[in-house]
């Protein structure tokens, strides 16, 4: 079983920075990607960001030069920079981790989700 844990969201000024965090833990063998999504109220759940475990990342258009996702220093670990924030950023925040366990096969494992609200 695979647990992800993210921390980090907040309430912030429009043009300013938050940091969230995101570790995964358990029987993990391999991890191919850990990603960022998020979803606000009334809307589908969307990718912010993602990064492979060769290091390729994507971005949703919307926070692109804005947000920048890159691998902690621990295993198993991201993090998700943003800056510039705008109130239209303003949503629960995912973290994703996926790739193969030990002994179960493979795993898709979502956090609980962060609430990061941008407003004045």
């Known amino acids: 079983q695979v647990h992800v844990v993210e921390s980090g969201g907040g309430l912030v000024q429009p043009g300013g920075s938050l940091r969230l965090s995101c570790a995964a833990s358990?029987?993990?063998?391999?991890?191919?990607?850990m990603g960022w999504y998020r979803q606000a109220p009334g809307k589908q759940r969307e990718l912010v960001a993602r990064?492979?475990?060769?290091?390729?990342?994507n971005y949703a258009d919307s926070v692109k030069g804005r947000f920048t996702i890159a691998r902690g220093n621990a295993k198993n670990t991201v993090y998700l920079q943003m800056n510039s924030l705008k109130p239209e950023d303003t949503a629960v925040y995912y973290c994703?981790?996926?790739?193969?366990?030990?002994?179960?096969?493979?795993?898709?494992?979502w956090g609980q989700g962060t609430q990061v609200t941008v407003s004045s």
């Open positions: 994703n981790a996926a790739g193969t366990t030990y002994f179960l096969g493979a795993y898709d494992a």
């Open positions: 990064i492979t475990s060769s290091n390729n990342t």
């Open positions: 358990g029987s993990i063998f391999s991890m191919n990607a």
